[in-house]
Nanobody, 125 residues
Framework: QVQLVESGGGLVQAGGSLRLSCAASGRTFSRYVMGWFRQAPGKEREFVAAISWSGGSTNYADSVKGRFTISRDNNQNTVYLQMNSLKPEDTAVYRC??????????????????WGQGTQVTVSS
């Protein structure tokens, strides 16, 4: 079992930055592929970014490529999402997810096994 707790959300003006963190429990964190997803009101859950167990490979949604950076610290059992040049359309609840299979960088929610509760990100225009 893995428990995930997100933090770092908040209200920011367009063009600003936020850094989200996702702290994981469990000794096997370093074996998991980690991902970030988001969901805005009335919309489906949307893939944002994923990172391999080693941190050597990443995958991004086209909508965030060049603005967001996913990273991880396996010593701290934490994955991060640095969000720059934020836009109002980035407003959503952001959730991190863990995938037990240690390969691939999937974009579909069903490929992930554990989920955090989420943190709200609101970008004002």
């Amino acid at each position: 079992q893995v428990q995930l707790v997100e933090s770092g959300g908040g209200l920011v003006q367009a063009g600003g930055s936020l850094r989200l963190s996702c702290a994981a429990s469990g000794r096997t964190f370093s074996r998991y592929v980690m991902g970030w997803f988001r969901q805005a009101p009335g919309k489906e859950r949307e893939f944002v970014a994923a990172i391999s167990w080693s941190g050597g490979s990443t995958n991004y949604a086209d909508s965030v490529k060049g603005r967001f950076t996913i990273s991880r610290d396996n010593n701290q059992n934490t994955v991060y999402l640095q969000m720059n040049s934020l836009k109002p359309e980035d407003t959503a609840v952001y959730r991190c997810a863990a995938r037990q299979k240690p390969y691939g960088l999937p974009t579909m929610p069903y490929e992930y096994d554990y989920w955090g509760q989420g943190t709200q990100v609101t970008v004002s225009s």
